[in-house]
């Protein structure tokens, strides 16, 4: 009974969690990946545009539930993810096509096209305050507005597959387990969300064509292959994965437009772990941020006085203090770079 | 400032007593400074019972009160000092009503009330190291220290028989003050704080504070947070993952969002707010409405009640020598005797001067702990049905 009552608490506090946190900083990974293998940039607006990725899939999303459409049990924010996606998709070119594409033809080095994504990150983060407060406005109505910076949830449909007090009904066990329907939403999302990208980069004449073009520039352009339109679909494709990536941490936590910017640390811990460049690595990588930072910060002293009783630690059993959650990715990205720098699935070296 | 005392004196003279005497009440304030904005609310408090007393005509003899206004600014505390110098050798003030910040008041007190043996009596100064402050029985404030309210949650926590809790707090002086003086009262009073873990405000995902209090374990979680901040985040993921069932909630967490955002999830837990009200309060907005200013702005009826209890202090020892009243000042505001609220004042200075005992409660229903400060009421609230619930008064 002990053990299955540490498996529980461990279920409950750590697995779950950590699982659909990793799933998220996974889909984030995979975006800031794709950009650095095609683009050879940091781009450091990747969290903001999951921000402003997951504001328009809100908008979308109150005017689907006043239509009076919904999924069932399902939230209806899925439903107005695609077009969050080829709104976010659009903007992405639009920015490209104002500033990156600049930068790309005087041939601007590496640290200049961070710089100026850094740049691009402060005017998304703006906007993305902008576009939600003022089309609040008009969908809600003056009354129900909201704010830029406010905690805005949107989560519908169903909360629990597994409710914690339900879960105690049942078993009589000891510790709690609950399973939210966001959670599994986040990785059922992410699984078919990985396998159509990879299915597209190894099988499609597109993903090849981007795969030839990450490895040697130079080749891919003597062979034929357009680069503006492997750009494009760069974009197209880092805008969708962040949108998602966005809207799924949004419903499983709550949207404020300030958060994702404090999720680029781990995203980016996460792709250089797994190697930059590489997308198995940016998935792989965001699980092992993600498990790190929960196991390293869970007090594990429940868990152990399950397993060995007769031990009854006194303590917390706590390697770090929750305050210091960050520092953990910290951590790993220092070790990576001095002991690894290609990653742990040879990426790029930054 | 003129105007005023032109307009104070006047009054004095329309009331046509055949007055002995002009005794001269300081209030010391912060006109300037980052909390400017509470001084007009305040002074017009103090200056309220001030003028009821000094029109009444039954304060010493006959004598009338005249307020003299300095700004004691609110950090600094040269500025402080030397406003509180001027009162009283200038001046000649027999009492100083003030000051506001807390800084500001521990710099006049040491500096200039203990040295002339002034007493003073702050309505706002709330910082817990005043109460442990050395200060020659002349220091009272009729604002309750932070640390009260930790010691008035600890009580209602081991009133629902719940001896062993889990706290976070919000990264901050107040949630580390609050915190920290819960802590303390607690385990004094025998219960067990199984962790104490700071939560940053304006996070996403507060599932990791959550596992390491769950983990800690406690049959409550005690929450001295923001409602619309990161407490919000850590009480959402301790329902969900069914860490906690009981929550104790201090002020930053009782507010209508809470209604609004967990409604009967939260049902069977607690909390607490300072709330002066009451009667007193009622007839102090009452009064302050008739004189012409909103009542209902922070500390002005502590500095209403600041301002009558020196001066009903002063009526009982029958002096204006601050150390000979600065003796009268716990008894008039503890009792026993006659319960005396706001505008009731003439009456007041009518049975102590029949040699009868009062008790002052006024606008802030004024009760004194340890060296002389206010005990403050609390308001205890629980949640029924998806409702904040007044359970009681404390």
């Known amino acids: ?350 | 400032m003129k105007k005023l005392l032109l307009a104070t004196a006047t009054v004095a003279l329309s009331a046509g007593a055949t007055y002995a005497d002009d005794v001269k009440l300081g209030i010391l304030l912060g006109y300037t400074g980052p909390l400017e904005s509470l001084a007009p609310g305040m002074t017009a408090g103090a200056e309220m019972a001030i003028k009821e007393i000094s029109d009444s005509g039954k304060f010493m003899d006959g004598s009338t009160v005249t307020a003299v206004r300095a700004d004691s600014t609110c950090i600094d505390a040269g500025a402080a000092t030397s406003a509180g110098e001027r009162l009283i050798t200038v001046d000649g003030v027999k009492g100083i009503m003030g000051a506001m910040c807390s800084g500001a008041t521990t710099a006049v007190l040491q500096n200039v009330a203990m040295a002339n043996g002034m007493v003073m009596i702050s309505p706002s100064a709330t910082s817990p190291a005043l109460s442990q402050m050395e200060d020659d029985g002349l220091f009272f404030r009729t604002a309750p220290s932070d640390a009260r309210q930790g010691a008035v949650m600890a009580d209602i926590v081991m009133d629902h028989d719940i001896k062993s809790v889990a706290l976070t707090y919000t990264n901050n002086d107040y949630g580390k003050g609050l915190a920290d003086s819960f802590q303390r009262s607690f385990e004094e009073k025998g219960g067990e704080v199984t962790i104490v873990a700071a939560h940053e405000d304006g996070k996403g995902d507060y599932s990791a504070e959550v596992a390491a209090l769950a983990s800690a374990g406690g049959d409550a979680l005690v929450v001295a947070g923001y409602v619309d901040q990161g407490g919000s985040g850590i009480l959402r993921g301790a329902l969900d993952t069914g860490a906690f069932y009981t929550f104790v909630l201090p002020d930053g967490m009782v507010a209508s969002a809470l209604e609004e955002n967990f409604g009967d999830e939260l049902d069977g837990s607690f909390g607490q707010i300072p709330a002066a009200e009451g009667e007193g309060k009622d007839k102090f907005l009452a009064i302050a409405e008739e004189n012409g200013f909103d009542g209902s702005q922070v500390y002005a009826s502590e500095a209403y009640d600041a301002a009558a209890l020196m001066l009903l202090a002063m009526q009982a020892a029958g002096s204006t020598d601050p150390s000979v009243y600065k003796d009268k000042i716990m008894q008039i505001a503890n009792g026993p005797g006659e319960k005396i609220l706001p505008g009731e004042l003439g009456h007041a200075l009518d049975l102590i001067a029949a040699g009868d005992a009062i008790d002052y409660d006024g606008g802030s229903a004024v009760d004194f702990v340890g060296g002389g400060e206010s005990a403050g009421t609390f308001r205890e609230i629980e949640i029924t049905d998806g409702k904040i619930e007044t359970v009681q008064y404390r």
């Open chain 1, 1 to 350: 009974m002990d053990a299955i009552n540490a498996l529980v608490a461990l279920t409950n506090y750590v697995i779950i969690p950590a699982t659909s946190y990793g799933a998220q900083l996974a889909l984030g990974a995979l975006g800031v990946t794709l950009v650095y293998a095609i683009l050879r940039f940091s781009n450091f607006a990747h969290g903001d545009t999951m921000a402003f990725g997951t504001a328009i899939t809100i908008l979308m999303t109150w005017i689907i539930q006043q239509a009076g459409l919904s999924l069932g049990p399902l939230p209806t924010a899925l439903l107005a993810l695609p077009i969050g996606i080829v709104l976010t998709a659009g903007f992405a070119l639009l920015t490209d096509r104002i500033v990156y594409r600049h930068y790309r033809k005087i041939r601007a080095s590496p640290v200049v096209m961070v710089m100026v994504s850094v740049g691009v990150m402060f005017v998304m983060n703006a906007l993305t305050r902008i576009v939600i407060s003022v089309f609040s406005v008009p969908i809600l109505g003056a009354r129900e507005a909201v704010s830029g910076v406010d905690e805005i949830q949107f989560a519908d449909g169903a909360r629990f597959l597994i409710s914690a007090r339900d879960f105690r009904d049942w078993t009589g066990l000891a510790e709690p387990l609950a399973l939210r329907a966001t959670s599994v939403i986040t990785v059922v999302t992410t699984v078919i969300v990985v396998v159509a990208l990879f299915w597209f980069l190894n099988r499609t004449r597109a993903g090849k064509s981007m795969r030839a073009f990450s490895d040697n520039e130079d080749l891919a352009l003597l062979s034929g292959i357009n680069p503006a339109r492997v750009v494009a679909i760069t974009w197209i494709i880092a805008a969708a994965l962040a949108t998602i990536a966005g809207t799924l941490y949004g419903l499983d936590k709550s949207f404020k437009a300030f958060n994702y910017f404090q999720l680029l640390l781990p995203i980016f811990a996460a792709a250089i772990v797994g190697g930059i460049g590489n997308p198995v690595g940016a998935v792989v990588g965001g699980f092992i941020i993600a498990f790190s930072e929960v196991g390293i910060t869970y007090a594990w002293k429940k868990v152990m006085g399950y397993i060995l009783p007769a031990w009854e630690p006194s303590g917390l059993v706590q390697l770090l203090s929750t305050d210091y959650k960050f520092a953990v990715s910290f951590t790993i990205l220092i070790i990576v770079l001095i002991f690894r720098p290609t990653g742990l699935f040879k990426g790029k070296t930054i």
